[in-house]
């Protein structure tokens, strides 16, 4: 029969074991939320903001930035305007917003009753492509003033940024507005100048960290360049982004569950334009023995190649490419209205031995599990054994 000191010391060396494990699986846990992750988390307090991809310093009241950073590059020392708005800023997860509209109370004290007046709206997106969109509707100048270490060269409505070391690429897109590299007691700025009557948009992407498929990550650039790409919705377990490239598209993630999305896409004006979805496949399986299914407003979708979805003009169509554990989704929306988009993944019946797992946890965090379940009964054992 085994004493209870022998007891003992097997029941404290099999609960450090599990403890072992326990490390080890929430190391792989970790591991895993931080591969493939395109969703920062923004931490704002007066007016300076920190996340995982950039950081800045906003004016609460007007909308202005200084030292907008990427990583350790600040590539806008400054961004302001000619014309003063009053608003309020709010964060969420990894989107940071700002509304502002101009006085409608003139010097006189006379309530100015016409419904044009200017407005502004700004967004952060802390993801590796550090999307800054800046919207204006009326007359005003908007002031990028670039850092030292910041090339910038125009070509018609874009402004292309490079580092002195080539380690950055970003571009400003301009919509509905003019563009001019100007400099000035040895300041260069960039100007954007927007009308009285219409709204004009500005689009900051770095595209040295966009994520997209290798293969056609240059022809996505360039359909997002074109206004051909009209938005971008990153789904992970841990949070949503959408990336408007325009300012007419709204969306909302109706449901998100493990193997399935359903979006609310809808936009004014009635052009077809594509949406890129990235999931993560944490977030939804896919692979060889995995069966894609999209439908948009009930009525699947058929598939295509990527030259087919970008160039189609009456048929939606989409492509599906999978790459560094990211499902990228390429949707092409012939008439814009409101529209409801659903994903979902499910496995083929002739699968073969590939097993599917369930939930979010990894193979080895599952596996963990197990030998700790092992553990735990081999300690039983013994226990009753000794008795």
């Known amino acids: 029969m085994m ?3 022998k007891i003992v010391s097997i029941v404290m060396l099999s609960l450090l074991l599990i403890s072992s494990l326990a490390i080890i699986g929430n190391a792989e846990v970790q591991k895993e939320r931080k591969k493939n992750v395109y969703l920062g988390q923004l931490n704002y307090a007066e007016g300076n903001v920190t996340g995982r991809f950039v950081r800045f310093h906003i004016e609460e009241k007007s909308g202005e930035l200084e030292d907008y950073t990427i990583g350790n590059m600040t590539v806008f020392d400054e961004i302001s305007y000619e014309n003063d708005t009053v608003g309020r800023v709010r964060v969420h997860g990894a989107v940071l917003t700002y509304k502002g509209v101009e006085n409608i109370f003139p010097p006189e004290n006379e309530i100015n009753l016409s419904l044009n007046f200017r407005w502004r709206f700004l967004c952060v997106h802390d993801n590796p492509a550090a999307v800054l969109h800046i919207i204006t509707y009326g007359s005003d100048v908007i002031k990028y003033k670039l850092n030292n270490e910041i090339h910038a060269e125009m070509k018609d409505n874009i402004v292309y940024l490079n580092s002195s070391e080539n380690i950055f690429a970003g571009r400003l897109i301009v919509s509905n ?5 100007i400099n000035e007691n040895n300041e260069r700025k960039i100007l954007i100048k927007t009308g009285k009557n219409y709204t004009t948009s500005v689009i900051f992407i770095n595209f040295a960290q966009f994520l997209a498929p290798k293969d056609i990550a ?3 650039m360039q359909g997002i360049e074109k206004g051909r790409i009209g938005a971008n919705i990153y789904i992970s377990p841990h949070g949503v982004d959408f990336v408007n490239y325009s300012h007419e598209i709204r969306a909302q993630v109706k449901i998100m569950e493990r193997n399935r999305v359903k979006v609310e896409i809808s936009s004014e004006l009635h052009q077809g334009k594509v949406i890129m979805i990235v999931l993560n496949k944490s977030a ?13 407003d009930g009525i699947p979708v058929p598939k295509g190649d990527y030259q087919e979805v970008m160039n189609s003009t009456i048929q939606a169509k989409y492509v599906a490419i999978e790459e560094n554990g990211n499902l990228y989704l390429l949707l092409y929306i012939p008439h814009f209205s ?6 979902e993944s499910g496995q083929e019946s002739s699968g073969g031995s590939e097993e599917r797992v369930t939930g979010f946890l990894s193979s080895s965090t599952i596996w963990i599990i197990v030998l700790a379940i092992i553990v735990i009964g081999i300690i039983a054992a013994v226990i009753i054994k000794a008795r």
Do not use: A, Q
Not at 285 to 294: A, S
Not at 338 to 343: G, L, N, S, Y
């Open 177 to 181: 507005g003019e563009v001019s590299i």
């Open 3 to 5: 004493n209870s000191k």
């Open 218 to 220: 240059t022809e996505i």
């Open 338 to 343: 409101t529209h409801i988009i659903d994903i």
């Open 284 to 296: 939804m399986e896919f692979g060889k023995y995995y069966k894609l299914n999209v439908t948009l």
